[in-house]
């Protein structure tokens, strides 16, 4: 019988826990021990006064665009605290298509999104985020996100608001147990998919011997650049999604062990 690709080696997954499982049994199904190591965790505000007299608004919005899977399970309650339903004129746009699946599932069934890569570029070069002129828009995101598509909006002529309705914390204090893997060669890989997430690990661990010497897996290139600064190695999956990831993950095997 053949040896699963993924026999005998250790990935990390760095994503939050909630958003982990799916990766992590695609890793486990082709013989890799998945190591759930979260450095993203998404909570509640504190206050939701701001984010809600935001929302109050959205009838005067054109269009709602939800930066992700998480803006959406933490925004759309929201919404429907204060509207039965979303206003009739507004139209929905997603960073991706989990971000619009997860907007189908509160019955959001046309929604805008990218088809190839996922994230704000490939978002803003969509015909219809070109001519939004005199347009109003809402991101819905989680506090402190990346600035450059309301940048882009508003230089288009939008005028761009924000409903931000959860916020990230980084749920570790140190990275003593992944070193201990690594001393003890049970730790491969480290997939990262969030710039945030990576600048989580850096704190934590500094210019650490170990984190050097591992490879890192990421899902755009705007993170590997970032890795790559800090003199880490990363590989770029091919495309978005689980699947993307892992078969970059078992592309690089042979020359990783």
Not at 128 to 136: A, C, H, K, L, S
Not at 161 to 178: K, M, S, W
């Amino acid at each position: 019988m053949p040896e699963l690709p993924l026999a005998g080696r250790g990935v990390v997954i760095t994503r939050p826990a909630e958003q982990a499982r799916q990766l992590a049994e695609l890793v486990q199904a082709n013989g890799g021990t998945p190591i759930l190591f979260p450095l993203l965790a998404i909570v509640p505000l504190e206050d939701y006064s701001a984010c809600d007299t935001v929302i109050a608004t959205l009838e005067h919005c054109d269009w709602a665009i939800f930066i992700s899977t998480n803006a959406v399970q933490q925004g759309m309650p929201r919404l429907f605290q204060q509207y039965a339903r979303p206003p009739v004129k507004l139209r929905f746009a997603a960073i991706g298509p989990s971000t619009a699946a997860e907007l189908a599932r509160f019955g959001v069934a046309q929604v805008l999104s990218p088809q190839h890569r996922f994230d704000s570029e490939s978002l803003l070069a969509l015909p219809e985020m070109q001519t939004v002129q005199g347009r109003r828009i809402m991101i819905f995101r989680g506090t402190g996100g990346r600035e450059l598509l309301a940048e882009q909006l508003t230089d288009r002529g939008a005028e761009v608001v924000f409903a931000e309705c959860y916020r990230r914390i980084n749920p570790q204090h140190d990275t003593g147990t992944l070193q201990r893997l690594w001393q003890n060669g049970q730790l491969d890989a480290i997939i990262v998919t969030s710039s945030e997430a990576l600048r989580n690990l850096l704190d934590l661990t500094g210019s650490a011997e170990w984190l050097r010497a591992t490879s890192l897996y990421v899902n755009h290139r705007r993170i590997a650049d970032l890795a790559r600064t800090h003199g880490l190695r990363a590989a770029v999956a091919d495309g978005s999604g689980d699947e993307a990831m892992l078969q970059s993950l078992i592309r690089d095997y042979p020359s990783n062990k």
